[in-house]
């Protein structure tokens, strides 16, 4: 019961699907992502499953796709709710469950404090029952329509429009960003280095030794490669691509990490 499986998944989305329908009146819909961890697109479907018993709608993805992704598709589909399978930028072993709210925003404490007691209240994983009413939820598979509509949105935020003289490297850490990140940061007219060797789904992130951007050791290959192509910038994403970390090129010819905080500012 301490752990990620199918009982713990199918209780945290029954009581998930009884929030939302003490919330709402009509039509409730949800929108369904995971990342390239073990077992995301099973708990994902799992997921499903419950929610269409209880008469939900499900917009589900058929590939991973990264958090903003899944955020995004929340609110452009005018959905109830979305849930990420993902355990972010934590080791291999782990797997996670995020809830979004209709504008795409992870529940704040205000929401989860009333979820999590009716999440509880279910009683024991094991004998919960998801069959229990007649209605059945329609399963949609969401398609590049969603994909293009995003990266036209991230492309309309870009401050300058002419081509960039700058060299970057990228990793996506084996996970979501891969796709869409670097087709991205290609079409924006940036000079792209991917680390190849992380650019696999590998749920056990065989070629990284930790996938955490605020960890140093997250940066070795991509400082390798950034020295070896004299990149200007390095851009990781942690596994579900809701954190990035940056490196750059410093005045004394060294690769130097921003914190978060230093980024943050930088984005201000």
């Known amino acids: 019961s301490n752990r990620m499986n199918r009982y713990t998944v199918g209780k945290a989305t029954l009581g998930l699907a009884r929030y939302l329908k003490s919330k709402n009146d009509g039509e409730i819909s949800v929108a369904i992502a995971y990342d390239t961890r073990n077992n995301s697109k099973y708990f994902a479907k799992t997921a499903a499953g419950v ?42 072993e ?17 929401k989860t404090d009333v979820l999590i007691p009716m999440i509880e209240a279910l009683g024991s994983e094991t004998e919960i029952r998801y069959e229990t009413v007649e209605n059945r939820g329609v399963e949609t ?6 994909d293009t509509a995003f990266l036209e949105k991230v492309y309309s935020t870009s401050l300058l429009n002419e081509p960039k003289k700058i060299k970057i490297v990228f990793t996506p850490q084996h996970g979501t960003s891969y796709r869409l ?17 992380q650019c696999t789904t ?12 605020e960890s140093p050791d997250a940066y070795v290959k991509a400082i390798e490669l950034a020295k070896e192509v004299k990149a200007d910038l390095i851009l990781t994403t942690d596994p579900d691509a809701d954190r990035v970390g940056v490196g750059f090129l410093n005045s004394k010819g060294e690769y130097e990490l921003h914190t978060g ?7 201000i």
């Open 51 to 92: 929610f269409a018993s209880q008469g939900i709608k499900v917009n589900i993805y058929e590939m991973i796709v990264p958090v903003p992704v899944l955020s995004f598709t929340t609110h452009y589909l005018g959905c109830t709710a979305g849930v990420m399978i993902t355990a972010s930028h934590n080791p291999k």
């Open 181 to 197: 990140g670097i087709e991205l940061l290609d079409h924006l007219g940036y000079e792209l280095f991917p680390v190849l060797e």
């Open 202 to 213: 590998d749920p056990d992130f065989s070629a990284t030794i930790t996938p955490n951007p």
């Open 141 to 146: 598979i969401v398609g590049d329509e969603v």
């Open 94 to 110: 782990y797997n996670g469950y995020k809830v979004y709210d209709e504008n795409g925003c992870q529940l704040v404490p205000a």
């Open 261 to 267: 905080n230093q980024t943050g500012a930088l984005l």
